[in-house]
């Protein structure tokens, strides 16, 4: 598939081909754990990873590997390896990089499961996450030490609709010779393609826009391909030899799929946490409308906080799209075709009324999911960043009052009316 196609024409066509058994127009969904070897050689030298091939679908899937080589087109990669989740395609991404006493540094501004991911749960493995304002270049810079293997941040971040500039974290992960890890689940490459401003990785929650209705769980891990992980000690997995492949180095043996190899014969292989080739297939569907959502997702977002920004009952709209924000420059610098459909706003009346609203809006689902094609609202606080202490929920732009929005693509007159109607008896 030619790169330099559009991305509109990408998400249709990329790393799919009509089916060389049937002549199927679709991907079909292989439901096949195994796949029959031709003899014992071709066993032998798929298990040595000196052939290139379907084994046992906790490593590879054709239905899998069709969304994945979709995804590394999309995002401009050299590979990319599918997991069951978004929290999934984190430790995946982490775990060639890390070992006990490392640690990354993570932006403030990250969805709440990521930050208690990071906070608590990565330290049973012996690594650790510190948190910097990303905004911040000189805070980075004095955060990373020489056990850190990699920067962590949101394109646009969860729930905030903040951007970051990835151009100039890259530069400093660059500098510091570690991987810039970049989480575009709220733009998708429509929006923003973080491996051409620098990223070396890009992880997705397919869960989310990716596939557009709420009906997978799934994720990705796309790798640039340009990271040279021989070029320091620091990440021995990718570039020392990998005694379960008979020494076997991966950087040496894969050049730019190192990353990608690793993952499947590695990462899936041991932690399991594989994509299910129905969810694929789902995905690789949402996917071929991502250039008809995304438009009218941003348009529909624009327009509802534009509304809510100008009601005397609301206090602040935190979306990037609105000129009152502290990020609306850099999102239009890098953020051309808009700034997502994800951002929070509080209302007077705080957390009591908050709660009175969510409860009043008929439209918008109270649900604890974004990037459906239908309206979602849901009170952070209280559910997705509750874990997290009051000091992080407002880092994270989850404070008590705030409410967060996820504007579908249903007419945005429709949405400003529910909302209309629900601010009036949450501030009754
Ligand atoms: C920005 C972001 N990243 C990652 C995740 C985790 O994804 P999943 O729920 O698919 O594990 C979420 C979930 O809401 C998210 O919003």
């Known amino acids: 598939m030619a790169e330099n196609y559009d991305i509109d024409t990408l998400a249709i066509h990329a790393g799919t081909e009509a089916d060389p058994a049937t002549g199927a127009r679709q991907v079909p969904i292989y439901q096949s754990t195994s796949y029959q070897f031709r003899d014992a050689d071709h066993a032998a030298r798929l298990f040595n990873l000196q052939e290139v091939g379907y084994i046992y679908s906790r490593l590879t899937n054709p239905t899998v590997s069709a ?127 973080p491996i051409g401003m620098g990223a070396t990785l890009v992880v997705h929650s397919l869960t989310k826009f990716m596939t557009g209705n709420g009906t997978v769980t799934g994720g990705v891990v796309v790798d640039s391909g340009k990271f040279d992980w021989s070029a320091s000690d620091k990440f021995p997995s990718l570039s020392a030899p990998e005694p379960a492949y008979h020494g076997l180095k991966f950087h040496e043996t894969f050049g730019a799929l190192a990353f990608t190899f690793h993952g499947i014969a590695i990462g899936l292989r041991d932690l399991g946490m594989t994509m299910n080739p129905q969810g694929a297939h789902y995905t690789l569907m949402g996917i071929e409308t991502l250039g008809l959502r995304m438009p009218r997702h941003v348009e529909n977002a624009q327009k509802v906080a534009e509304w809510l920004e100008k009601d005397a009952r609301v206090t602040s709209v935190t979306y990037a799209g609105l000129a009152s924000s502290p990020w609306h420059q850099t999102a239009a610098r890098l953020y051309p075709k808009g700034a997502g459909s994800l951002f929070t706003f509080s209302i007077k009346g705080g957390y009591d009324a908050a709660v009175k609203l969510v409860d009043s809006l008929e439209l918008f689902s109270h649900v604890a999911n974004l990037g459906d094609a239908r309206s979602l609202v849901i009170h952070s606080a209280s559910t997705t960043h509750r874990q997290l202490t009051e000091d992080q929920q407002r880092a994270a732009g989850a404070a008590p009052e705030v409410l967060r929005l996820s504007i579908g693509i249903e007419n945005p007159d429709d949405l400003i009316a529910d909302l209309d109607q629900a601010l009036s008896k949450a501030t009754a």
């Not at 805070?139 to 969860?158: H, P």
């Not at 970051?164 to 429509?190: E, H, M, R």
Request: proline share 5%.
């Open 67 to 193: 969304l994945q080589n979709r995804v590394a087109a999309l995002e401009g990669g050299a590979g990319a390896v599918c997991c069951s989740s978004g929290h999934a395609a984190q430790l995946l991404a982490l775990f060639p990089l890390m070992g006990p006493g490392k640690n990354i540094i993570a932006s403030t501004r990250l969805y709440g499961g990521t930050v208690t991911q990071f906070s608590h749960t990565i330290k049973r493995f012996g690594w650790s996450a510190k948190f910097v304002d990303l905004d911040d270049m000189d805070a980075l810079r004095d955060a990373i030490d020489d056990d850190t293997r990699a920067i962590f941040c949101e394109s646009i971040s969860n729930p905030g609709g903040y951007v970051t500039d990835i151009p100039a974290v890259a530069k400093v992960a660059d500098d510091a010779g570690i991987p810039l890890i970049v989480d575009n689940t709220l733009a998708t490459p429509f929006l923003c393609r």
